[in-house]
């Protein structure tokens, strides 16, 4: 048994690259009566492990591809030489487990306060993510060497921390509005169940393949990446062409705007900050172990992008649409009421979306093009 406060800071660091994120979190979550540290640390590795068991999931049923640009589905994971079949109902149970561990990460951290002290001193060269699940830690699953395939540095540049980091108080609102995230997407996936599409799909391609072999098919044969896309296309018209579950695309819409609420309590709480220890995002006092620079001004310019986002989820900024005026856009907040079925032709042309047509400001890149110019190369890990 461990604490992840005081002294014993360090220990969870040594816990994580010798135990892993399972063993890590069944320890902390033993704690009798955790500190502020203890439930950083916990919430922290919970959302970690959330991750790690989609990556899991995906791995042993051979879902390898990185065709879908989605959060856990776009993640870099290995081939599985024999993966185990694959079902149609596969991806949203990947979403609905990840809604799940990102509710179980959230619990200790919703409750850290301004004041309370949170102090874990972290090796970002211990945590790792056990892909394959076979409890060996292998070189491409150490978290830094994970995420600089997700997000690559600039060139000229590495992602490899300058020593231990001291996450603190501030720190505890990062992992919380990453929890409303992906519990955003994954409700997504709930409000619009690609199931039954992906089963049509799949039924689909080995009718194709059958044919094939057969040798009846005909003498155009596009290579499998095309073919995956295809299929993918194929599987998102279909998913979104049917009525959105309105609770599931209501409460997505509120998980994206606490996603937003925590991230404006972080750099409030980052501003506040005095002291320079170790820092993972710096003030404009601070310096980051972080091998990136942080120019005066990047919490701010953040801050107004995601201004604009929850304008637009509650409807006081519009979305553009090729039909309308610059005077004039698609309300998002009464299309997510709506919960409406979109076909692709529908959208293109305008007809599903001239319900939620609207007059009034319409949301532009003014706020990202600013976010852009200040942090400059910076810019694929903001």
Do not use: C
């Not at 790792?128 to 060497?145: C, F, H, M, N, S």
């Not at 060139?155 to 992906?182: E, K, M």
């Not at 600013?370 to 810019?379: E, F, H, K, Q, S």
């Amino acid at each position: 048994m461990f604490a992840a406060s005081s002294g014993a800071a360090q220990t969870l660091s040594d816990q994580l690259a010798r135990g892993g994120l399972a063993a890590t979190e069944a320890d902390l979550a033993a704690i009798a009566v955790p500190t502020a540290s203890d439930r950083f640390a916990l919430g922290g590795v919970r959302f970690l492990r959330g991750v790690e068991r989609a990556l899991q999931t995906r791995y042993r049923h051979g879902l390898s591809d990185q065709t879908v640009s989605f959060p856990l589905l776009r993640l870099p994971i290995p081939d599985n030489p024999a993966p185990k079949p694959f079902r149609p109902e596969r991806i949203a149970e990947i979403f609905a487990q990840a809604a799940a561990d990102m509710a179980a990460a959230r619990a200790p951290l919703a409750g850290i306060a301004d004041g309370d002290a949170v102090a874990v001193v972290i090796d970002p060269g211990d945590p790792w993510l056990d892909i394959d699940g076979d409890g060996v830690r292998q070189p491409e699953e150490g978290l830094i060497a994970f995420l600089a395939t997700v997000a690559p540095a600039p060139r000229g540049t590495t992602l490899q921390p300058r020593g231990a980091v001291r996450f603190d108080t501030a720190d505890a609102a990062s992992p919380l509005a990453y929890t409303h995230l992906i519990a955003g997407f994954a409700g997504w996936v709930e409000a619009w169940d690609p199931t039954r599409a992906i089963a049509e799909v799949t039924k689909a391609d080995a009718a194709f393949a059958a044919l094939a072999r057969s040798g009846k098919q005909a003498g155009f044969l596009p290579d499998p990446e095309w073919r995956q896309l295809a299929d993918l296309v194929a599987i998102v018209i279909r998913a979104v062409d049917q009525p959105a579950d309105p609770v599931a695309l209501a409460a997505a819409r509120d998980d994206f705007i606490a996603m937003i609420d925590a991230n404006r309590r972080f750099w409030r709480r980052v501003r506040a900050e005095t002291y320079n220890d170790r820092e993972w995002i710096p003030n404009a006092a601070q310096t980051s172990v972080l091998p990136l620079d942080f120019p005066a001004g990047t919490g701010d310019a953040w801050l107004a992008i995601l201004d604009d986002i929850e304008a637009v989820l509650r409807g006081g900024l519009l979305v553009p649409h090729w039909r309308l005026s610059p005077l004039a856009g698609i309300n998002v907040a009464r299309l997510v009421d709506g919960a409406p079925a979109l076909s692709l032709a529908g959208v293109i042309q305008g007809v599903d979306l001239l319900p939620y047509a609207a007059r009034g400001p319409v949301v532009d890149e003014t706020a990202l093009r600013a976010l852009r110019d200040l942090v400059g190369r910076n810019m694929p890990l903001r």
